[in-house]
């Protein structure tokens, strides 16, 4: 039969937490008081090193629009100096422009582990977002659990006052 584990039990379980012998009504007080989220952007950014900032630019650059419309501006230049400016004999690249071709299947196999790694940092980014998301879920769930039980406990306390006064007033209409 499987044992039904405490809040408390929970909580050092998925926030990987020694919190010794303190009981529930710390745990909750402890959660609520300290603050359980983090800034991924700040610490990604502090553990970012110079190779992760290249990657991060050149996968900013490579991937806009401006890229696309001036590398292809680059091309269509390239072919009309090589075939129409050029005279026959002075072209830096001849049709079937094979330095061209060089030129560009360099920069692809350069470029595109770049931008792996770039999204590889994005990954773990949106890892730990995730992961920060989880915890203030939990500890939002705790203390809307708590708050419930508050309530109750209000609700509790409040019909017995209800059942007093009404003891009370039976008791002065008696006499």
């Not at 582990?113 to 980014?125: F, L, W």
């Amino acid at each position: 039969m499987l044992k039904k584990k405490t809040k408390k039990e929970i909580v050092k379980m998925l926030l990987d937490t020694d919190l010794g012998e303190q009981d529930e009504e710390e745990l909750l007080n402890l959660l609520i008081d300290q603050p359980i989220s983090i800034d991924i952007d700040k610490v990604e950014e502090d553990k970012m090193t110079r190779g992760d900032y290249i990657a991060d630019k050149v996968s900013e650059i490579a991937g806009s629009w401006g890229f696309i419309f001036g590398f292809s501006a680059f091309l269509i230049f390239w072919i009309v100096l090589n075939t129409c400016i050029l005279t026959k004999g002075n072209e830096i690249d001849p049709y079937p422009f094979i330095l061209l071709n060089l030129v560009l299947s360099c920069i692809a196999a350069l470029q595109a582990p770049v931008i792996m790694m770039s999204q590889n940092r994005q990954a773990e980014k949106d890892s730990l977002r995730n992961q920060n998301d989880y915890r203030i879920d939990l500890k939002s769930e705790l203390i809307l659990e708590e708050l419930h039980d508050k309530i109750v406990a209000l609700q509790k306390n409040q019909n017995l006052i209800i059942k007093m006064l009404k003891e009370v007033e039976e008791s002065e209409k008696e006499d």
